[in-house]
């Protein structure tokens, strides 16, 4: 028999709080979530706490850069006159 | 060589006038062309119309000192091809005649510049139609010198001369108008200001016509020696081109570009061409036959990008070409493509196939020389299953496949080398079955929003599920026994719930963190 035992932290956010990368991460990359699984070789302390009003502010921003990016995908070329 | 600065229309359109006025009050009239072409077409009677369903018909004019010989290609329904001809023999005080028509035979039928151009048109008043037609001599106004009287010896000519006709005979002749347009793709003033004032030792079009918007039809002039096309017709009112000889053609990048009236264009020779660069971008082009692109070695980016109203494509070579970007961007007309040549060279997908809204299915191509596929399937809105893609030398799935929104399996991708995985999935809301090999494998790895609003991976069956984890756990890399930094996969809670507690231990243990939305 096989026995594998595998240990997770889990990191939960307080009531009123979402949790975020303690970081400093391109906006695009921000990951603004209530529960994370952490990786074997991530740490808690890679990770913050903020409240759901900062997290809505974030979540606009990150909304408003997608949609930059998204508006300079579609490029056509333009003839050097 | 006649460039965009060389070519002023002003000045060809009174050289054009000049001629006109020179040559038309000689002898020959333009009556006695359109009645000698109407006299022809009688003696076929009614042969054409007779012969059943037609699929097509293709006429051919032939003059020789002599005769004049007009014969029917009829192509029936049944794939059948009958052959009608008629001639007109010419006395011999008529010679001069033929001389003209042989003239159209050698310069016009053979793209070589012509003195001669005839331009049939009708006046219609009640049931009486009248046939006209201009007559255009171009230099050689002496050469011809025929009398009314000598052409009034033609039997068949002699009872339309005048130019008297019913509607019968001018649907007939409405074939000769074809003739004339086919054999010398003028089609107005424009076009034959072009044809009499061009220079076949012509080896650059480069802008030539560029914003001109006067042009409507490109005739078929002597193209035999251009190598630059470059911006030939950017941004113009073009909407017809004939079959030019495009042969020596090495550069054709923005030929056509932003044409707005242009539908479609014959097999156009692109064969020597290396840089082929927005060649149709933001045209009107509807339908476009197969083309050789095979010794572009540079470029295809943007080839029919903002087409919208792209339909139809043949078969395309690129097989040598690197980049083939924004290929047929925003196509939102498109709703088949056939397989196209592709490159045997590492080349650049982005945006190939992005917002072509009618495609019902990914077309067939192999993907395992692609190096970037970012937004190349974005916003195919109707597909709902994808095949497998050998994507192993793909290096960027940025928004590859978002706002997928019918998507429900995708069989396999490899991301093995794949950096950035960005949004790659984002939005694909009814996506159940998504198989992904090797996720995590490069070191510096970018996933943000990558499962953004993937609400039904997993769900469904257990044969979805298992792509789940098949994902996140049996074929992805092992990051953790690497040594790399821990990479995060934000899930919808709802495929996070899909996953136990188990599931969910292990894939951590190979290095990812695992977040909910």
């Known amino acids: 028999m096989e026995t594998t035992q595998y240990t997770t932290t889990v990191l939960t956010a307080a009531e009123g709080h979402k949790l975020t990368q303690a970081g400093e991460v391109d906006i695009l990359a921000r990951t603004i979530t209530p529960k994370a699984f952490l990786a074997a070789t991530d740490s808690p302390d890679n990770w913050r706490e903020i409240t759901d009003a900062e997290a809505d502010a974030l979540r606009a921003e990150i909304e408003a850069a997608a949609e930059r990016e998204q508006s300079q995908a579609k490029v056509y070329a333009e003839v050097d006159e | ?517």
Not at chain 2, 109 to 121: C, D, H, K, R
Not at chain 2, 329 to 346: G, R, T
Not at chain 2, 360 to 371: F, G, H, I, R
Not at chain 2, 433 to 446: D, M
């Open chain 2, 1 to 517: 060589m006649m460039n965009k600065e060389d070519y002023t229309p002003e000045e060809l359109r009174e050289t054009a006038e000049a001629i006109r006025s020179a040559t038309l009050p000689k002898s020959i009239t333009p009556e006695m062309v359109g009645g000698t072409l109407l006299g022809i077409l009688s003696l076929l009677g009614g042969k054409a119309s007779g012969s059943g369903a037609l699929e097509s018909v293709l006429p051919r004019l032939t003059a020789r000192s002599g005769f004049i010989k007009l014969s029917l290609d009829l192509t029936k329904a049944d794939g059948t091809v009958d052959n009608e001809s008629a001639f007109v023999n010419l006395p011999a005080a008529t010679d001069s005649l033929a001389g003209l028509m042989t003239n159209v035979q050698n310069k016009v039928v053979n793209s070589l510049p012509p003195t001669i151009v005839t331009e049939p048109y009708f006046v219609a008043s009640g049931d009486v139609v009248t046939l006209k037609s201009k007559l255009h001599n171009k230099g050689a106004g002496d050469s011809y010198s025929a009398t009314t009287a000598s052409l009034g010896s033609l039997p068949t000519a002699t009872e339309t001369q005048g130019g008297v006709m019913t509607r019968a005979q001018v649907k007939k002749l409405s074939l000769l108008d074809k003739v004339l347009f086919e054999l010398t793709g003028i089609g107005d003033e424009c076009s034959l200001e072009i044809y009499a004032g061009w220079n076949p030792e012509i080896t650059s079009m480069s802008n030539m016509f560029q914003d001109n918007k006067t042009i409507k039809y490109f005739p078929k002039v002597d193209t035999s020696k251009v190598t630059d096309a470059t911006c030939a017709f950017d941004k113009s009112s073009l909407a017809e081109i004939a079959h030019i000889d495009t042969s020596a053609l090495t550069k054709a990048d923005f030929m056509f570009n932003r044409c707005p009236n242009l539908k479609t264009i014959p097999p156009l020779d692109f064969s020597n061409c290396t840089s082929a660069v927005c060649v149709f971008e933001q045209s009107g082009i509807e339908v476009v036959p197969a083309l050789d692109f095979s010794k572009c070695t540079t470029t295809g980016w943007g080839m029919f990008g903002g087409c919208r109203k792209l339909r139809k494509v043949g078969r395309l070579d690129f097989s040598k070409c690197a980049r083939l970007e924004n290929l047929f961007m925003e196509c939102s007309s498109l709703e088949a493509v056939v397989p196209f040549v592709e490159p045997k060279v590492a080349w650049n997908g982005k945006c190939l196939f992005m917002d072509c809204a009618k495609l019902p299915a990914v077309p067939e191509v192999d993907l395992s020389l692609c190096t970037q596929l970012q937004h190349a399937f974005q916003g195919l809105v109707l597909v709902t299953n994808i095949g497998v893609l050998s994507t192993g030398n793909c290096t960027n799935f940025h928004c590859s496949f978002r706002f997928d929104y019918k998507l429900e399996r995708l069989e396999c991708v490899d991301a093995a080398k794949v950096r950035y995985l960005n949004s790659t999935f984002e939005e694909d809301s009814a996506l159940k079955y998504l198989k992904i090999l090797n996720l995590g494998t490069v070191q510096n790895a970018e996933a943000s929003n990558t499962f953004r609003g993937v609400t039904s991976w997993g769900a469904g069956s257990e044969e979805n599920r298992q792509s789940l984890v098949d994902s996140l756990l049996t074929y992805s890399f092992d990051r953790a026994a690497a040594g790399y930094a821990p990479l995060a996969f934000q899930l919808e809670p709802e495929v996070l719930a899909r996953l136990t507690d188990e599931e969910i231990a292990a894939i951590t243990a190979k290095g990812f963190t695992l977040t909910s939305y």
